[in-house]
């Protein structure tokens, strides 16, 4: 993907930040007019989804505890523990299948992944993850899904976080990309396995969220 294509579209503008091949960051998308949703719907919608299915901070294979709360809605849920990173229908919390995920989830990632020139996205996985100050997520590649010809989109929701994006290989150069509520990250393509992360978070107050930040990760697991 280039901007070449944003021309063709007719739609490049300040608001779209292109990071490779293949990957961009929306700024506001989320809150923008091109969604069309008040945010007021999302942030109703996600606590929703939080009251069926609890934040919790998961264990990686290595015994060790995220610093990063998380949760899922959708058909599929990303889980850790001692046995693996996985998708699986079930919250082993509750034994009971995952929320539902919402419309307004499911109109934004589409969008997003549209305006990212990636159409026909449907996610049937949204992890949901809670940072809080001093919370931050190390690099990684996204690849327990099955199909990488889908994008990820990624959301960003409460106070600001510097996001990692970098190469195919762990120890490949970053950039530092700054993050707001409201942004949105679309990743696919050549740019779909590269490694990816979250550095520490710093104080901050959000208007709404509080000292939180809320990342809404979209994908095609099954």
Known sequence: MTLELFKDMGRVGPEVQELGEG???LRGFALS??????EEVLLE????????????????PGGH??????????ALGWVTDRGGYRYQGIDPESGRAWPEMPASFLELAAK???????????????LINRYEVGAKMSLHQDKNERDFGQPIVSVSLGIGAVFLFGGMERSDAQQRVPLQHGDVVV??????????????LK???????GRYRINLTFRKAG
């Open 112 to 126: 997003a992944a549209a305006r990212a020139g990636y159409e026909g996205f449907v996610p049937d996985a949204c």
């Open 65 to 74: 505890v995220m610093s990063v709360a998380m949760t899922n809605c959708g």
């Open 45 to 60: 919608d996600l606590a929703a989804v939080v009251a069926a299915a609890p934040f919790r901070r998961m264990m990686t």
């Open 203 to 209: 104080e901050a107050e959000h208007a709404v969220l």
């Open 23 to 25: 990957a961009v960051v």
């Open 33 to 38: 007019s091109d969604v069309g949703m008040a």
């Open 187 to 200: 990743w696919g393509g050549k740019s779909r396995l590269r490694y990816h992360g979250v550095l520490a």
